[in-house]
């Protein structure tokens, strides 16, 4: 059911915002980006945000010089995107699993991982590595507790994520996020990886 656009589409179908939206790029993005620039990464490089919703965190990157695509395919999440922050970011409606995305030199992955079903983790892993340049860049903002609600989203422990990773990525950087929203602070883990070379 999550797997289908009407599922995300009911969650943006009225006048407030849906539960996970901060109104604003989420507080991690400019430890995310220092860890990233550590990497290698500098603004001009493209940089791809799957399940974009209204486009916060999208802006925030175009904001620092990146040439960014938000993607969701939920058409009320890109239209309230378009809304707040015109066309100066590509917009998206592709799925992220289609092979025929990218390349791009990163991605910027807001808990969009911890969105998915568990049984599609490894499959969304592989959608990363195919989605990046060789030497490219998955940054990664996930839960490792949803405090005993049913997901998603879906907590990832630590030790989960680098095992799911590691087979495609080199893992930079994964330790617990300094600077969440209030609401989040002590779940989320921020994770830089590195596709391997073909």
Known sequence: MTAHPDYWNAFYDDEARP?????????????????????GLAPGASVVVPGCGYGHDAAG?????????????????LQGARARYGDRITWSSADWFSPALGPWDAIFDHTCFVAMDPERRRDYVEACARHLRPGGLWIAVVFDDVQG???????IPLETCRELALPRFEILHLARASASHPRRAGRELLMVARRRQD
């Open 61 to 77: 990157l175009e904001a620092e010089g990146f040439a960014v695509t938000g993607l969701d395919f939920a058409p009320l999440a």
């Open 149 to 155: 609600r049913p997901g998603p989203p879906h907590a």
């Open 19 to 39: 539960g996970w939206d901060m109104a604003r790029p989420t507080p991690v993005l400019a430890e995310a980006l220092a860890c990233a620039a550590a990497a």
